[in-house]
């Protein structure tokens, strides 16, 4: 099946994973990996991403700098964790 194909595909390539799958047409909720706590800095990636296509949707200017307070940092957990200088 599908889901055992995309679980094997992530088992292949990972150590670790937790992946929560929902059909928005059902609400059939499907829960993959282990459940525990990760960081979670590539997510903000799309949040940034589905905020831009909002903004370009509703014509909004896109000059306004936004500034993230080092309180909001996360060390992250995939190369940004070798980082020595801030990003």
């Not at 595909?9 to 993959?32: G, P």
């Not at 990636?45 to 306004?64: S, V």
Request: charged residues 20%; positive net charge.
């Amino acid at each position: 099946n599908a889901i055992g194909k995309i679980e094997q595909f992530l088992q292949s390539r990972t150590r670790s994973f937790h992946l929560v799958l929902k059909d928005l047409r059902n609400n059939r909720v499907i829960s993959l990996g282990q459940k525990k706590t990760y960081p979670i800095c590539s997510c903000f990636k799309l949040a940034a991403l589905m905020a831009l296509y909002d903004q370009l949707e509703n014509e909004t200017e896109l000059d306004e700098k936004i500034i993230i307070p080092p309180s909001e940092f996360s060390s992250g957990s995939g190369v940004i964790c070798h980082f020595t200088s801030p990003v």
